[in-house]
């Protein structure tokens, strides 16, 4: 093995050797199911929208590929269960979460083979097409999604056969908490290999990556798929805690405010993926309990103050104090 070789073994060891602060986010989620046992339809939303942000930062913060319409993922994996748990005699919450991971993932790719063919803003275009198109879909046929009162009669058995997801949320909150576990094991594994290495490669400069030889295309479509399939399991999630689906689970406002939630943390991250959605939606319950017309006022001064004091996320910020602190 040359000596680059064994360098770069090194580097991914390094890389992937866990640290004491990762679990932080997940020992703060199983704290707050014992402290806060009112609010945890609160945290299990919570919860949702950090596996959403996660398959964002996926695709934007490791790939560079800018997407206004990643509601289309949510909204494919959220019907997908929803139409297992109501027209299928399946009501295992397992098998509906990964038929609407399977989906997504399909519709990611098939997608993706289009949308990654072309660059700049027409992949915006592009993203908040389909996902427009899927929405109107949806709509048309409302004999089977239920149109604009929704989707019910949604079937979903104890998980295992034995937890039952009950009124408190007690059981959603920690099927929704493992289910982000699985997840966040995953990217992080995948952003810390090879394949992660060459994605930021071809963020930072494509051409580079096209002249060494790497498979940019496909490698694009890979991780918008991937990242589709991850943000159709935070959709079946959404589903079997509501146990109802609606038609805004496709519409461009999950895609808007998760953007929102993922600059907010640190976008290329990870973590910012988990600190973004957990700012933004406590402050968003909070501030719409005080200013019911207004909240949205205060989301977006607190955001211009993150973009000019924080312009990496909150993350960030929590890093450069961190280093600043540790300096002796």
């Not at 004999?143 to 104890?158: F, K, R, Y």
């Not at 493992?178 to 290495?197: E, I, K, Q």
């Not at 909070?286 to 924080?310: D, S």
Request: charged share 10%.
């Amino acid at each position: 093995m040359t000596a680059e070789a064994r360098s770069a073994q090194a580097g991914y060891a390094g890389a992937t050797r866990y640290r004491w602060y990762e679990a932080v986010p997940f020992i703060v989620a199983i704290g707050f199911y014992f402290a806060m046992p009112d609010y945890l339809s609160l945290g299990s939303r919570i919860l949702i929208f950090v596996l959403f942000a996660l398959s964002l930062d996926l695709v934007l913060g490791f790939g560079g590929i800018v997407t206004l319409g990643h509601s289309a993922f949510l909204g494919t994996g959220a019907y997908v269960a929803g139409f297992i748990g109501a027209y299928s005699p399946v009501s295992d919450p397992i098998i509906q979460l990964l038929g609407a991971v399977l989906a997504a993932g399909l519709v990611g790719f098939l997608t993706g083979c289009i949308i990654l063919r072309t660059k700049g803003l027409t992949v915006i275009m592009l993203t908040l097409a389909f996902a427009a198109i899927l929405l109107e879909l949806a709509n048309k046929a409302s004999a089977i999604t239920g149109g604009t009162d929704g989707l019910s009669g949604i079937q979903v058995a104890p998980i295992f056969g034995r937890f039952e997801f009950d009124l408190y949320g007690q059981t959603g909150y920690l099927y929704c908490l493992g289910v982000l576990l699985v997840a966040w094991y995953l990217v992080r594994r995948l952003v810390h290999s090879p394949f992660g290495t060459s994605l930021t490669g071809i963020r930072d400069n494509a051409s580079r990556m096209h002249a060494i030889g790497a498979p940019v295309y496909w490698r694009l479509v890979a991780a918008y798929s991937i990242s589709a399939a991850i943000a159709g399991a935070a959709g079946a999630l959404l589903t079997q805690i509501n146990q109802l689906v609606g038609l805004d689970v496709l519409g461009f406002e999950p895609s808007g405010e998760v953007v929102v939630m993922l600059i907010l943390g640190g976008v290329g991250q990870i973590y910012g993926a988990f600190l973004g959605p957990a700012v933004f939606l406590v402050l968003q319950d909070a501030l719409a309990k005080q200013f019911p017309e207004f909240w949205y006022l205060g989301i977006g001064i607190g955001l211009l103050f993150v973009v000019w004091y924080a312009p990496t996320g909150l993350i960030g910020l929590i890093s450069r104090v961190a280093r600043r602190w540790g300096r002796p």
